[in-house]
């Protein structure tokens, strides 16, 4: 075994997510004289409070940002003299994958690769821990005995874990090539308290806690193991301190247990008839069946998994229980299939008969000998199609109204807004009455009769063009509604790079270069603004 290692000054990526943040509370309350920072660009499913318990310490600090920002990146290397990385900070929502894979590629694979980076050019990390997921494995044989160890081939068969798998790559290549010091972890299914309910086990207790039906793509036969977060915790605590660089580590346990199994033993928790209770909807494009892990080389630096399944999902169903308002509005990451966006609220509908909402479509077949969940019939396919909804602020402009016929002519259901962009409680009457699944905005003050306006009327033009698009976000944000919003090219004016009649045109990552006018300026604002939407900009004429 490798000599104990010890950290001074610890980079933990992501750690206002689920596990990384009980790793964090961990070593602050275990080892007061490390200093830990903390980057965490707190996304949808990472939340300050995971980390109430570290805030108060001395040896806490917390730095809002992206790990896809290089500059950031080495200044926090070079600044906070960081020597120790555990990286943490990736896209892991399966479902999420699959309708939106290049954001993961982005996330975890070009975010992994900006780290890299970092360590080579500040050349002073002694170590960098790169936590993976068995999923990189791919599928398990259903008759294994033995589980994938780390020496196994990497097989991933859904695009989060082709990038978690891509992302191993280059950790692995910047080993090799600049003798950078990783270890990498590759671990199964954690559960437990803070995790977004986007995750089974989560989203389980939430719809069980208010009497609703369990969703379990398939038939449930799916097998999957389980660890208790606090044991995680402090299995990173052990390969923090003992692992050997360069080599890999799978953090598991062999207990499974089929998806269809933990859906009826969370209706017993909740006193909840499981054929009533238990809902069987469309299959992932692809559902692994099984991981299994061989988890002997962790269990050789002295790790021990502590919790047994009943005790971790006592203690997380009554966490939930008490704290069930700790992420806000939830209720798109309870649906079956929240893959359309990485935020929450959003939820995949569908028009026509639900075929797949009760638990009798399928059945457990006791008389096969390997006790799978098996259909009772198979002649209810599902080819249901998506349901839209939009709803359009800026009914009088130009744009909005071309939206409106647009929706009108292609049959897509649609509403005006009638509450104003500043006024946050009309904005929330509007969603609440039309619950939209889009929100697009085209209102805005153009001038009248030209742009010219704005200069004698600039409270008036940042109250909307500012204040209101950015107020309109936040409540989208909040609802976990994807928002649109039309901007302007008036933002842009002809410079060295991009010459009068060269044919270069500014790319939407282009920083504003055009004040010349107010009307711009304030666009230029919420442009410039770091808030979750999409902008389109298109040209206007002054």
Not at 160 to 171: D, I, P
Not at 264 to 269: D, F, I, K, T
Not at 308 to 318: H, N
Not at 430 to 446: C, E, L, M, S, Y
């Amino acid at each position: 075994m490798a000599a104990t290692y010890e950290p001074k000054n610890i980079l933990i990526t992501g750690a206002a997510g689920f596990i990384a943040s009980h790793v964090c509370n961990r070593l602050i309350r275990n080892y007061p004289h490390y200093k830990i920072v903390v980057l965490d660009k707190l996304d949808y499913c990472s939340n300050l409070k995971n980390l109430l318990p570290s805030k108060s310490s001395p040896n806490f600090k917390f730095i809002k940002g992206d790990i896809e920002s290089a500059d950031l990146v080495n200044f926090i290397l070079l600044s906070e003299s960081i020597d120790t990385i555990m990286h943490f900070a990736a896209q892991t929502h399966v479902d999420n994958s699959f309708g939106n894979s290049l954001e993961f590629t982005k996330n975890n694979i070009y975010g992994t690769h900006v780290l890299l980076e970092a360590c080579k050019v500040t050349g002073q990390i002694r170590r960098f821990i790169h936590v993976s997921t068995d999923e990189v494995y791919g599928e398990t044989d259903e008759d294994a005995i033995v589980g994938n160890h780390e020496a196994s081939q990497l097989l991933p068969t859904n695009p989060y874990s082709a990038t978690k798998a891509g992302a191993e790559m280059l950790v692995m290549a910047y080993g090799c090539s600049y003798g950078l010091p990783v270890i990498t972890t590759r671990g199964n299914n954690v559960y437990g308290p803070n995790q977004f309910p986007e995750k089974m086990i989560p989203k389980f207790i939430l719809l069980a806690m208010k009497g609703k039906p369990l969703p379990i793509h398939g038939d449930g036969s799916n097998v999957r193991s389980y660890l208790y977060c606090e044991d995680v915790a402090e299995a990173f605590e052990v390969i923090l301190h003992r692992g050997e660089v360069g080599h890999v580590y799978n953090v598991g346990t062999t207990k499974e247990r089929r998806v269809i199994d933990v859906a009826r033993e969370m209706c017993q928790l909740f006193s909840l008839n499981p054929d009533t209770h238990i809902k069987f909807v469309e299959n992932r494009p692809f559902n692994d069946q099984r991981y299994f892990l061989d988890d002997q080389k962790l269990k050789n630096l002295g790790w021990f998994e502590r919790t047994s399944w009943e005790e971790g999902l006592k203690k997380t169903m009554e966490w939930y229980v008490n704290n069930p308002d700790w992420w806000g509005d939830v209720s798109g990451a309870l649906v079956p299939h929240p893959r359309m966006l990485m935020v929450p609220g959003i939820e995949r509908k569908f028009d026509g008969p639900d075929t797949s909402n009760s638990a009798s479509s399928f059945a457990v077949n006791d008389s096969n000998a390997d006790g799978r969940v098996v259909p009772v019939t198979t002649d209810s396919p599902l080819t249901q199609k998506p349901a839209l909804k939009f709803l359009i602020y800026g009914r009088t402009g130009w744009i909005g109204g071309l939206l409106g016929k647009i929706c009108e002519k292609q049959g897509i259901p649609f509403q005006y807004g009638r509450g104003r962009l500043e006024e946050r409680s009309q904005l929330l009457a509007d969603i609440q009455t039309v619950k939209p699944t889009h929100v697009f905005n085209a209102a805005g003050v153009t001038g009248r009769p030209n742009v010219d306006w704005c200069e004698t009327h600039k409270p008036e033009t940042i109250r909307t063009n500012v204040a209101g698009t950015l107020t309109l976000a936040d409540v989208c944000r909040e609802h976990g509604l994807l928002m649109m919003n039309y901007a302007t090219g008036c933002i842009f004016e002809y410079d060295a790079a991009h010459p009068l009649g060269s044919g270069i045109g500014f790319k939407e990552e282009d920083k504003p270069n055009f004040t010349g006018s107010f009307y711009s300026k304030a666009k230029a604002m919420v442009s410039s603004s770091n808030v979750n939407f999409s902008s389109y900009f298109h040209p206007e004429n002054s």
